[in-house]
């Protein structure tokens, strides 16, 4: 099993690509996935080790919906 960190500014970055992209509402922690992906997406090494590429299909988890 691997885990990766991602920045507060990571998490705030990835809840507007979001927030813009979708009709989904979430919380910064809700979007960390999201956030993982798009620094994965934006990393040589990491788009190598999980062979990320234009024709990949990636399953993404939000996990929390906003407050109301």
Known sequence: A???GVTDAELD???AVL???TD???TVSGAAGLAGLL???RSDDLRLRYDLNAQSNVLL???EGAAP
């Open 2 to 4: 691997a885990s990766m």
């Open 61 to 63: 988890c939000i996990t």
């Open 39 to 41: 620094g994965s997406a």
């Open 13 to 15: 970055a990835a809840l």
């Open 24 to 26: 989904l509402r979430s």
């Open 19 to 21: 927030t813009q992209a």
